[in-house]
């Protein structure tokens, strides 16, 4: 089940973390996956990563999601090595913490451009050519900070509740060109950004104590839910947010 043989899938912030994981989760799957990050960020780890784990092939690309001709480029070059392009993980995402008396402009600004306006364009891109082939799996990282309140991070939060009312519009407007449209939110996740944070006693247990099944998500965890969704097992579920958080928005 799940299986993702011979399908073209990009994604994008794919160098570590949750977009790594994913694109492994797509490999394991049987995938084509196009892992892309920024131009400069070394993708060999995620590219290593993916053969290991069995994809049809791996095209890495560079890829600022800001930049609409970085975009082009990209689809472009997935459509003539692929013929298709089948799955795009919007993954590509910034936070910087901080308390709202301290958000200028330029940090609101910013992660708009990254997580709203670069995750929307990146979308429209490939959803057209999606719609030549009339099927097509969009899915977007989001967040629980989407859902719940999250010290200090109100552009983040911001935009993550932004990504899920965008995605419900994308998959109402899309449905009849047979692509769906969803989002994953994670809680937070063990990753080698976030594991710092996570391991200082104080801030871990606090936030470990909002979670009932007592432990932080394993990003292979957030993988398989992004190869579930991208999967023809999932054909019938648009427009939903699936939560992968370890129970702590059922609190509300």
Known sequence: MFKLDGKAAIVTGAATGLGQAIAVAFAKQGACVVPTDLPGVSLDKTVEMCRAAGASDVLPLAMDVTSQAAIQSAVAAVKERFGRIDILASNAGMNRPMPAEDVTPESWDAHFAVNIKGGFFTAQAVAAVMKEQHSGRIIFTGSQAGIVARENQQPYCATKGGIM??????????????????????????????????????????????????????????????????????????????VVDGGWTIQM
Not at 167 to 187: E, F, M, Q
Not at 218 to 239: C, H, K, Q, V, W
């Open 165 to 242: 009312s965008m995605a419900r519009a994308l998959a109402y407007d899309w449905a009849k060109d047979g692509i769906t449209v969803n989002v994953v939110a994670p809680t937070f996740a063990m990753t080698d950004l976030a594991r710092k944070r996570l391991e200082d006693p104080e801030y871990g247990k606090k936030m470990l104590g909002m979670i009932p099944l007592g432990r932080f998500v394993e990003p292979r965890e957030i993988g398989a839910a992004f190869a579930f969704l991208a999967s023809d097992e999932a054909a019938m579920i648009t427009g939903h947010t699936l």
